[in-house]
């Protein structure tokens, strides 16, 4: 493992691996709908131990952002993106995004990195035994999805994972959607959420120094890897998009309780 001591001064060697990452993060968020922040924000806090909460959440957020955007452009040539629940979806998100930006520096760092191993370890256990137990499609799916996207945007701006890796499983799980339209429309609401979660960062002067040229280089990387992802991914069956991602969420979640 990479350790924060290697990544510092910020060097064109340090950019380019943030690049590197930033392509593989980028490339498989697209493939699994979930914007990439729930792997780069585990990443993050294990190469640098050192930063606070809202530091690495506001990396996450903005690199979510230029990921989803991406991202969402390559769905919408595909014409997957399903925009009536998507929109709707994206403006319930909007509060608690704003929310969680807020709240994050409230936290310790240890604290945060055992919030985010067992958040992380809940959702792939769900991912991958939920079939055994569908929930229920509602009827008006789009005023049950605007309830789970509130709760969404509030948690995923708090750990800085974009909110897709648990957007995705609610859209397939508890709403219905096709996995394939569930994964597009999940990154056109994240790049709603994370741009309002990164502008709050803004606001709040969490970006600064080393902060912002990580921030850019790996966002120069996850647009790329965003392009690369939607391609891949209309070569996968749903039932393989989402064993990917309950794998890397256990692998990631077992590392930080471990490191907590």
Same mark, same amino acid.
């Given at each position: 493992?990479?350790?924060?001591? $290697?990544?510092?001064?910020?060097?064109?060697?340090?950019?380019?691996?943030?690049?590197?990452?930033?392509?593989?993060?980028?490339?498989?968020?697209?493939?699994?709908?979930?914007?990439?922040?729930?792997?780069?924000?585990?990443?993050?806090?294990?190469?640098?131990?050192?930063?606070?909460?809202?530091?690495?959440?506001?990396?996450?957020?903005?690199?979510?952002?230029?990921? =989803?955007?991406?991202?969402?452009?390559?769905?919408?040539?595909?014409?997957?993106?399903?925009?009536?629940?998507?929109?709707?979806?994206?403006?319930?998100?909007?509060?608690?995004?704003?929310?969680?930006?807020? @709240?994050?520096?409230?936290?310790?760092?240890?604290?945060?990195?055992? $919030?985010?191993?067992?958040?992380?370890? @809940?959702? =792939?256990?769900?991912?991958?035994?939920?079939? *055994?137990?569908?929930?229920?499609?509602?009827?008006?799916?789009?005023? *049950?999805?605007?309830?789970?996207?509130?709760?969404?945007?509030?948690?995923?701006?708090?750990?800085?994972?974009?909110?897709? @890796? $648990?957007?995705?499983?609610?859209?397939?799980?508890?709403?219905?959607?096709?996995?394939?339209?569930?994964?597009?429309?999940?990154?056109?609401?994240?790049?709603?959420?994370?741009? =309002?979660?990164?502008?709050?960062?803004?606001?709040?002067?969490?970006?600064?120094?080393?902060?912002?040229?990580?921030?850019?280089?790996?966002?120069?990387?996850?647009?790329?890897?965003?392009?690369?992802?939607?391609?891949?991914?209309?070569?996968?069956?749903?039932?393989?998009?989402?064993?990917?991602?309950?794998?890397?969420?256990?692998?990631?979640? =077992? *590392?930080?309780?471990?490191?907590?």
């Amino acid at each position: 493992m990479v350790t924060a001591s $290697i990544l510092q001064p910020f060097t064109a060697w340090t950019a380019a691996l943030l690049v590197g990452i930033g392509f593989a993060v980028g490339a498989f968020g697209t493939v699994v709908g979930a914007g990439g922040g729930f792997i780069l924000t585990p990443i993050l806090l294990l190469l640098y131990p050192h930063d606070s909460p809202t530091t690495i959440t506001a990396i996450s957020l903005a690199v979510v952002f230029f990921n =989803a955007a991406s991202g969402s452009a390559a769905y919408a040539r595909q014409r997957r993106i399903d925009y009536r629940s998507g929109i709707v979806f994206a403006l319930a998100t909007l509060p608690g995004a704003v929310g969680g930006a807020l @709240v994050v520096g409230l936290v310790s760092r240890r604290v945060f990195d055992g $919030i985010m191993g067992g958040v992380l370890a @809940v959702l =792939a256990v769900w991912l991958a035994v939920g079939e *055994r137990w569908p929930l229920a499609v509602p009827e008006n799916r789009l005023r *049950r999805g605007a309830l789970y996207s509130l709760g969404v945007g509030f948690i995923s701006s708090f750990l800085g994972i974009g909110g897709g @890796v $648990i957007h995705v499983p609610l859209l397939v799980r508890a709403l219905g959607f096709p996995t394939h339209v569930a994964t597009a429309t999940s990154h056109f609401v994240l790049a709603v959420m994370a741009g =309002a979660g990164s502008i709050t960062h803004i606001v709040l002067g969490s970006f600064h120094g080393h902060g912002l040229r990580r921030t850019v280089a790996l966002s120069a990387g996850v647009v790329l890897g965003a392009q690369f992802g939607a391609h891949v991914s209309l070569r996968l069956r749903g039932a393989v998009i989402q064993w990917l991602l309950a794998v890397a969420l256990l692998a990631l979640a =077992a *590392r930080l309780l471990l490191a907590a």
